[in-house]
């Protein structure tokens, strides 16, 4: 049954020292089911196909996800435009379904519908101040008319276009998150960590981190350094993490996006539920309570950072109905040897192989 009236808001639930379960990667994993078309990676898909972006939501709220973000990436009028695949749909359509789709399922459970904008072609092109605010004003009114219950800035690869992003969210009086696509080095502009923090805070930001672009560990990292930025200059905001579900060791200031397997062949790469413990763990240590995921991470992955914080949040999700901890699952296996990998020994220890002799284990970033 839907949860009736205002649920706990996402700065009293992180102000509680809650920890907050983001939800995992939309445009990879509906590209990967036929929804999406990449390059353009554009979300059409909460018009065209709404039972599909319904599903994701849905599997990723039995997963453990306390927030739901709009499928609204890259949905400026102007970035829409440049896409060849849509046709007669503007981007108040889809900004309005992908509102309407993400409220449906949170309200399914106790999840917070956050409403997203990403980067603008026009920055890249322009830099002009005012055309690029217009465009997220745009994005915004629709996000208020449907009353989301906060705003995130993600994908941001430039710390000043994100400072031009918060301030004209924050003028809603909605809770603002913003999350830079960046390394340790810092944007594109080379602003360190610690200073894209500061930055992002003064711009009126409420929560700040990192998103996709580079693997778990790495985004903790780089969260551990904005952290840093914002002690020195006493400076005070929650912290956030949603990085890719893909392995990324060699990668530089590029990002994913450089690796040549990039985007059709990431597979290898693919991070295990095991992994996504080790993550959970480590980004709670540093201090992070809001804990999720981007491109790669798929439902069973917002899983594992559920369970893996279970002692903490209190309670498991649904989906751990059908999931033991630890491999427990196959204590009932009619193979003895396969009974032997319920261990959480045996799983935290395993080397997984990727079957194919004559791949490297890493590749060469391009820029
Ligand atoms: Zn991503």
């Given at each position: 049954m839907a949860l009736l009236g205002r649920k706990k808001g996402i700065l009293d639930r992180l102000d509680a020292g809650e920890v907050v379960i983001g939800d995992g990667g939309y445009v990879i994993a509906l590209e990967r089911r036929g929804y999406v078309k990449a390059g353009?990676?554009?979300p059409e898909a909460a018009v065209e196909h709404p039972e599909a972006v319904r599903q994701l939501h849905r599997e990723f709220l039995r997963a453990g996800a306390s927030v739901l973000q709009t499928f609204t990436f890259y949905c400026s009028d102007e970035k829409l435009k440049i896409s060849d695949s849509i046709v007669n749909i503007t981007g108040r359509q889809i900004n309005e379904a992908a509102c309407d789709l993400a409220r449906e399922v949170a309200n399914e459970g106790d999840a917070l519908v956050a409403g997203c904008i990403s980067q603008t072609p026009c920055y890249f092109n322009t830099t002009n101040e005012s055309e690029v605010k217009a465009i997220f004003k745009k994005q915004l009114d629709v996000f208020l008319e449907k009353d989301v219950d906060f705003l995130?800035?993600?994908?941001?690869?430039?710390?000043?276009e994100a400072e031009w992003a918060i301030q004209v969210l924050q003028t809603s009086?909605?809770?603002v998150a913003a999350t830079l696509c960046m390394?340790?080095?810092g944007d594109r502009h080379g602003v360190s960590p610690g200073d894209?923090?500061?930055r992002l805070v003064k711009a009126g930001a409420n929560i700040v981190g990192v998103n996709c672009h580079l693997d778990p560990m790495c985004g903790v990292k780089t969260v551990k350094l904005m952290k840093e930025g914002l002690e020195a200059a006493k400076l005070k905001a929650h912290l956030m993490v949603q990085p890719l579900g893909f392995h990324t060791p060699?990668?530089?200031h590029g990002g994913y996006i450089s690796l040549p397997e990039f985007p059709f062949?990431?597979?290898s790469r693919a991070i295990t539920r095991w992994d996504m413990q080790k993550y959970a763990r480590e980004a709670y240590n540093a201090g992070i309570r809001y804990i999720g995921g981007c491109c790669g991470f798929e439902p069973y992955h917002i899983r594992a950072l559920a369970e893996e914080l279970a002692p903490e949040r209190g309670f498991l999700p649904p989906a751990s109905e059908k999931h033991a901890p630890w491999g427990g699952a196959l204590e009932h296996h009619p193979k003895p040897w396969i009974r032997l990998r319920a261990s959480r020994d045996y799983w935290e220890k395993l080397l997984p192989a990727s079957g194919r002799p004559k791949c490297p284990s890493m590749a060469t970033p391009e820029k």
């Open positions: 353009q990676w554009t995130i800035v993600e994908f941001f690869e430039h710390v000043e009086g909605k809770p390394s340790p080095e894209c923090a500061v060699e990668c530089n062949a990431l597979e």
